[in-house]
């Protein structure tokens, strides 16, 4: 069957292994992006990734490192407006 879809042994198995991670990390990333964007909206003020990291620690007394927020803010598509170019 590995061979007929073109995928290796290993590879598949590595795979197979994988799917329960996968899942649980989605859903990580889900509840660590609902603290980034409540971070964000507070008092409806645009905050880039430094501000939310700030606000994080200072309100929701937790630490994320800058590179999951900025990471978080790609894939869910949340964009900062602050140091865009006016068109």
């Known amino acids: 069957m590995c061979a007929f879809a073109g995928v290796s042994r290993s590879g598949y198995y590595a795979y ?5 991670r ?3 990390r989605e859903i990580n990333d889900a509840l660590d992006f ?4 409540a971070a964000y909206k507070y008092r409806n003020r645009v905050k880039g ?5 700030m606000h994080l ?3 929701f007394n937790t630490n994320f490192n800058l ?8 894939k869910f598509g949340l964009v900062c407006s ?6």
């Open 16 to 20: 197979v292994s994988k799917l329960g």
């Open 34 to 37: 609902a603290l980034i964007l």
């Open 49 to 53: 990734a430094k501000q939310i990291k």
């Open 67 to 74: 590179k999951k927020i900025r990471i978080l803010m790609k």
């Open 57 to 59: 620690r200072r309100c």
């Open 82 to 87: 602050i140091g865009n170019a006016n068109p």
């Open 22 to 24: 996968i899942d649980q």
